[in-house]
C-alpha cells in the first residue's frame, strides 16, 4: 500500500496514565502511519468527531483507570450510531484478561496488554484495516 | 457514499474523505473539485505560522471560538512534518483544539507534510479548495513551524499571522528575511512572559525597515493561553482583509497565487505524463547516449519532451 495508514490514538475519561498512549503513537509513526494524537481526557463523543474528521483507518484508545468496561463499548456504539462501520478499533492499557472476551464481543477487535510487544500492534493494524 | 453530493451538503464525513483522497493523490479528488470549482472563493483563508512551539496552534483555537461566537462555520488544517525515514508522523495539534471538535460549525483536520518542504503538504491546497466547497467562512492553515522555508503559506492564505515569542531576539535577526515578508500581523504570544515589550519593539523596528509594499502590518501582544488580547489580534486580520478589499490588492495576491499554482500544475501534468507512459526506457536510453557522448543532456530533455504526448494523457474525461 503506498498510502500511510491514518490512526486516531485516545485517552477516554479521567484517567491520565498517558505514557503508554504515546509509546504506541511513536511506536505506529515508527512503522510508517500517520498517528493523530489527541491528548488526554478525551469524552466519547470528541473521539468519535476526530475519527471522522480525520478519516482514520484505525481509532485506538488506551485505558489504564479500570473505566474500560464502560468507555470502549461506548465509543464504538456512537460510532456505529454515526454509521462509521470501516473503521478498526483497538484498545489496551490495564485490563484483567476476564474483561477482554466481553470488550471483544462489543465490538473491540482486540486489546493489548502490558508486556505486549508493539510490534503485535503494529501487524496487527496493518492487517485488518477496513478500508 | 456519494462524496459530492455530501460536499455539497456540507457533510463532514464526505469532507474527510476527499481530503483523504486527494492526499493520496487519486484522481476522483480532482474530478469532484473541478466540477464544484466555481463554488470556490466564498471562504477567508488565514494562514497560521511561527516557531515550533511558538502557540500557532492554541492561537488558532482561540480565534476560531471568537468566530464561533459570530457565527461563522470554521476549518483547520493542521499541517506537521512527516518523518522523512519512515512515512510516518504524529499529527498532535488536535490537542489544544480539543473541546472545538464537536462543534458542529468547527472542521479539523491534520495533515502530514509527506515531504513536501515549506511548511505545507501538497494537498494543503486541495483541502482548502475542498472545505471552500464544504461551505465554511473561515479557513485555518497552521503550517510547520520551520522559518526559512515557510513561503507556501503566502501563495495559499489572504492573510498570514505570524506567531512569534518573547525572547527570539537574535533568531528573530536570524530568520527574518524569510518572515518580515510574509506576516500581515505579528502577534507576540506568551507575552505573560519576560521580554514580550522588548520583542515587540524589535519587530516593529524590522517593520520599518520594510518598505516593500504600503501595508504596514500590526505587532500585537498576546496570551493566547488565557485567552488575552486574542480579540484585537482577530481586529488586526479583519484590518488587513480590509486593505486588500480596497484598491486591487486582493485581486493582484489571486492573480498572483493562480499563476503559480498552473506553472505548478503544468510541470506536475509533464511529469505524470511521462511516468505514466512509460518514458523511463527513453530516459534510460537517452541516458546511455549522453554517457557516451552521443547526445548532449540539454537536447535529450527536449528529444524526450517532444515525444511525450503530454495533453492527451493528462485529458480529463468531462
Ligand atoms: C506510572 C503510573 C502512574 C503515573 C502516571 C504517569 C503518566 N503520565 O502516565 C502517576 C504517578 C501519575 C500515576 C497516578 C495514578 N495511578 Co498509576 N500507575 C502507574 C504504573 C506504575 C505504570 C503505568 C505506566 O506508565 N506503564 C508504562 C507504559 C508504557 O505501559 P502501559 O501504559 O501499560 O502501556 C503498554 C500496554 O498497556 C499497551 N497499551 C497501553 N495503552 C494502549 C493502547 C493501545 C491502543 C494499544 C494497542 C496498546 C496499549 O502498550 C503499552 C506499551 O507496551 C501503573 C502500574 C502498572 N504496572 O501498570 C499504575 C496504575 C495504572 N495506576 C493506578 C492508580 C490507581 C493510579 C492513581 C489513581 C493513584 C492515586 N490513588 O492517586 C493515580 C491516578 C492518576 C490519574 N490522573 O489518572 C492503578 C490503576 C488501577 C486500576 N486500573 O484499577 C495501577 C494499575 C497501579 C495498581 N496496580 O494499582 N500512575
Ligand atoms: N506561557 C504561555 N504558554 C502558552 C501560551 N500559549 C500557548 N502556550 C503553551 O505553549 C505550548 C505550545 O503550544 P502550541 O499551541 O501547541 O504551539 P504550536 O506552535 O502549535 O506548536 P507546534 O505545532 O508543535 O509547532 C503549550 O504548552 C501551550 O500551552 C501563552 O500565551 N503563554
Ligand atoms: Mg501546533
New binding site residues.
Partial sequence: MDRPIRVV?AKPG????????K??ARALRDAGMEVIYTGLRQTPEQIVEAVIQEDADCL???????AHNHLFPKVVNMLKERGVEDVLV?????IPEDDIPGLLEAGIAAI???????SL?IDFITQNIKK | MDIKAGLLKGDKRAAARLITLAENGDEEAVRIIRECYHLTGKARIIGITGPPGAGKSTVTDRLAKLLRMQDKKVSIIAVDPTSPFTGGAILGDRVRMNDLSTDPGVFIRSMGTRGALGGLSKAAHDAVRILDIFGSDYIFIETVGVGQSEVDIVKLADTVVMVMVPGLGDDIQAIKAGIMEIGDVFSVNKSDREGAERTAVELEMMLDFNKSSDFRPEVINIVARDNQNVDKLLEAIEKHWEYLCTKSNYQDRKRNSIHTEIISLINQYIITSIQKNNHSNLIQSMVEKVLKKELDPYSAAIEILQSVPIITTVQHDN
Fill in positions: 490514538v479521567l484517567d491520565g496514565h498517558d505514557r503508554g498512549a509509546v504506541v485506538a484508545m488506551s485505558i489504564l483507570s479500570g483497538v484498545g489496551g492499557g490495564v493489548f496488554t502490558p508486556g505486549t510487544p508493539t500492534t
